[in-house]
C-alpha cells in the first residue's frame, strides 16, 4: 500500500536526486583539486624564475635581453592564463556552495518527510489499537 503512494515516490525522487547531486559534487571538487594543484604549480614556476631572472640581471647582455623580454612576454601570457583559471576555480567553488544548498535544502525535505511519514504511520497505527479495542468491547 505504501509503495505506491505518490509521496513516497516523490520522497524516493529527492533522494536520489540528492545522491546524483552530491555525486557531481564529489566530480566538481576532485577537478578543482587538479586545478589547484596546476595553479600552485605555474606560481612555484613563476617565482622560480622570477629569482633567476634577477639573479641574472646583473649580467645582461643583448642576446640575453632579447631572450628575457621573449620570456617577460611568456610570463604575462601564462600570468593571463593562470588569472584566467583562478577566476573559473571560483566560479566553481561559487556552483559548489550553490549545489550545497541545494543538498541542504533536500535534506532539510527529506527529514521533514521522513517526520510526516513516522507520524502518520503513529496516528494509524494508534487509529487500528483503538478500533480494535472499541470492536473487542
Known amino acids: 500500500m505504501a509503495a505506491h503512494n505518490p509521496d513516497v515516490t516523490l520522497i524516493v525522487q529527492q533522494l536520489e536526486r540528492m545522491s546524483t547531486k552530491i555525486d557531481e559534487i564529489s566530480k566538481e571538487v576532485q577537478l578543482t583539486n587538479i586545478e589547484i594543484a596546476k595553479l600552485n604549480g605555474m606560481k612555484h614556476a613563476l617565482s622560480d624564475f622570477k629569482t633567476w631572472k634577477e639573479n641574472v640581471e646583473s649580467a645582461v ?3 640575453d635581453l632579447r631572450e628575457m623580454k621573449s620570456a617577460v ?3 604575462k601570457k601564462h600570468n593571463e592564463e593562470i588569472e584566467q583559471l583562478e577566476k573559473e ?3 566553481l567553488y561559487r556552483e559548489k556552495e550553490k549545489y550545497r544548498e541545494e543538498i541542504a535544502n533536500l535534506n532539510t525535505f527529506k527529514t521533514k518527510a521522513i517526520t510526516i511519514g513516522t507520524i502518520l504511520a503513529f ?3 494508534a487509529a487500528l489499537t ?3 479495542w472499541f470492536f473487542s468491547s
Open 73 to 75: 612576454a611568456n610570463i
Open 89 to 91: 576555480v571560483s566560479l
Open 123 to 125: 496516528t494509524f497505527s
Open 130 to 132: 483503538v478500533l480494535g
Open 61 to 63: 647582455n643583448a642576446e
